[in-house]
Nanobody, 124 residues
Framework: QPHLVESGGGLVQPGGSLTLSCVASEMTLDYYAIGWFRQVPGKEREGVSCISGDGGTTNYTDSVKGRFTITRDNDKSTAYLKMHNLKPEDTGVYYC?????????????????WGPGTQITVSS
């Protein structure tokens, strides 16, 4: 059964940086679109970033543009979310998700597999 596991969360001060990793198992990451989402208690889950199945397209929600970067290393079956200049409003549980989308050139609206999430807290 394909599954994803996130890591790299933690407590960071405003202005700090973190890199999240999403390790995929029992799946060939090359064929999947990857998305990063976050959720704060009491609020709906928010799409943060995504990378298309062919790796050629990346999207970001406006609030993280210029601060976050999504990448993937298919050989390591790992996707990353590099986050800089973190703000308190970035606090939340971050999830990675994947959808089988070989050669896809766009980020899909729905995802098939989800990781359990990793907590990020941005606070002084």
């Amino acid at each position: 059964q394909p599954h994803l596991v996130e890591s790299g969360g933690g407590l960071v001060q405003p202005g700090g940086s973190l890199t999240l990793s999403c390790v995929a198992s029992e799946m060939t990451l090359d064929y999947y679109a990857i998305g990063w989402f976050r959720q704060v208690p009491g609020k709906e889950r928010e799409g943060v970033s995504c990378i298309s199945g062919d790796g050629g397209t990346t999207n970001y929600t406006d609030s993280v543009k210029g601060r976050f970067t999504i990448t993937r290393d298919n050989d390591k079956s790992t996707a990353y979310l590099k986050m800089h200049n973190l703000k308190p409003e970035d606090t939340g549980v971050y999830y990675c998700a994947a959808l089988l989308h070989p050669g896809g050139r766009t980020c899909p609206p729905e995802y098939q597999y989800w990781g359990p999430g990793t907590q990020i807290t941005v606070s002084s």
